[in-house]
């Protein structure tokens, strides 16, 4: 059976418009890029095919264009939608920040700590500075380790902090491995950064530790 042959409530598109893109499966979700599916196969069949044979959603998505390009259903034209629907995604997310608008929700930071880094081989640790109204001045990438961890140093920091005149200060790094609970060494370097931050009157608002799943806050727990 065809898709437009399905009960309109059941279809993809039909379901997005009546009930939002957030009520649609991944399947469904990647079926809407598709279109068509394979032949003898729907897009909703050979969505679900492509998450299960290279999936999930993430592993699927992270994949460079070329190779997107390989995997059946998909080929040059789609590849390069999905990639650019991604970095759309990306982009509004970091909108919100690159906009100067106060963060009133720390998460909003956490999720966007979780887009820059989730994806990455090796272990990277970042910082976002802030202005005296928590706006969002500038987002760097301070230092790369192994995928074993990477040595921070505060001073560096603390430098970076001066130079983009910032009152505050939040830092993020990943976890390869996918396991996102912090540390000892975690901890330890986030008190070693939140007290020298403060010698320059500058505030460590929180620590983000990117995995799998939603990035764990060492704030949140009483950490920072």
Known sequence: MHIRDWPADERPREKLMHRGAA????????????????????????????????????????REPGDLAQLPGLGPARACKLSAALELGNRHLAAGLERGIAL????????YFAQRLRHRAHEVFAALFLDTRHRALAFEELFQGTIDGSEVHPREVVRRALAHNAAAVIVGHNHPSGCSDPSAADRAITARLKQALSLVEVRLLDHFVVGDGSPVSLAARGWV
Do not use: K
Not at 23 to 47: K, N, P
């Open 23 to 62: 009520a649609l499966s991944d399947a469904e979700l990647l079926a809407i890029f598709l279109g068509s599916g394979l032949r003898g196969r729907d897009a909703v069949q050979t969505a679900r095919e492509l998450l299960t044979e290279h999936g999930p959603l993430r592993s699927l998505l992270e």
């Open 104 to 111: 009133t929700d720390p998460f909003t930071a956490g999720r």
